[in-house]
Nanobody, 122 residues
């Protein structure tokens, strides 16, 4: 079992930055792949980026490549999402999730955080 809690969301203006954190509790955090997803109102949840237990990153969402970076600190049981150059279209609830596999499929992520709101003003 893995329990995930996100933090770091908020309101920023276009071009600003935020760093999201996701703290995990459980014995096997370092064995899980971690992903950041986001969901805007009226849209499906989508994978943003993911990272393997050893720190191999898998950028996925084209619109954030070069602006968002995922990282993890296994001794601290924490995964981060650094978001730079934020745009209004980045506005969404951001979720961290844990999976046994490096996957783009939400169904393969077994554990989810509660989400943190990111709002980018125009």
């Amino acid at each position: 079992q893995v329990h995930l809690v996100e933090s770091g969301g908020g309101l920023v203006q276009t071009g600003g930055s935020l760093r999201l954190s996701c703290v995990a509790s459980g014995r096997s955090f370092s064995n899980y792949c971690m992903g950041w997803f986001r969901q805007a109102p009226g849209k499906e949840r989508e994978l943003v980026t993911s990272i393997s237990p050893k720190g191999h990153t898998l950028p996925y969402l084209d619109s954030v490549k070069g602006r968002f970076t995922i990282s993890r600190d296994n001794p601290k049981d924490t995964v981060y999402l650094q978001m730079n150059g934020l745009k209004p279209e980045d506005t969404a609830v951001y979720y961290c999730a844990a999976s046994p596999y490096l996957s783009t499929k939400p169904s393969e992520y077994n554990y989810w955080g509660q989400g943190t709101q990111v709002t980018v003003s125009s």
